[in-house]
């Protein structure tokens, strides 16, 4: 597989692997907010290829401080196969030359099997946080 930033024009491919991966999708995932998260973080928002078609692709936000991973997928019929901790590992490995402190994810309760591969790459569930959003634009 081979790793490179994502681009713009990569959105259908990725916007279809989401959805076939299950992932939730809403108003911040369409085209032009994207656009705004490729501008400020074109280094650490990366897609996976395989002869040429995109079977991976990983969000990374940076704030100046610390990291935050988005829309971790690959494509099903992959899974299991490595794609994704090498995908996060790319990602890593770019936050610590941006010189990130920590890096954060958010995983859906529910989502025991995406828990679990976080934990054997190393990150730590927290209990001590609770999630508090405040939706500014409709």
């Given amino acids: 597989m081979d790793i490179r930033e994502m681009k713009l024009a990569d959105y259908e491919d990725i916007y279809r692997l989401w959805k076939e ?65 090498i995908m996060m590992e790319e990602l890593i490995s770019r936050f610590q030359e941006l010189k990130v402190i920590k890096v954060h994810l958010f995983v859906e309760e529910n989502n025991k099997a995406v828990k679990e591969f976080y934990k054997n790459i190393g990150f730590e569930e927290r209990t001590d946080l609770t999630d508090f959003s405040l939706t500014l634009i409709e």
């Fill in 21 to 85: 991966t299950d992932i939730i999708l809403k108003r911040s995932d369409q085209k032009q907010e994207i656009d705004r998260m490729l501008k400020r973080n074109p280094y650490t928002c990366l897609v996976g290829e395989i002869d040429g078609v995109i079977v991976s692709v990983v969000m990374g936000g940076f704030d100046g401080r610390r990291g935050y991973v988005h829309h971790l997928a690959v494509k099903k019929e992959l899974q299991k196969q490595g794609l994704g901790r």
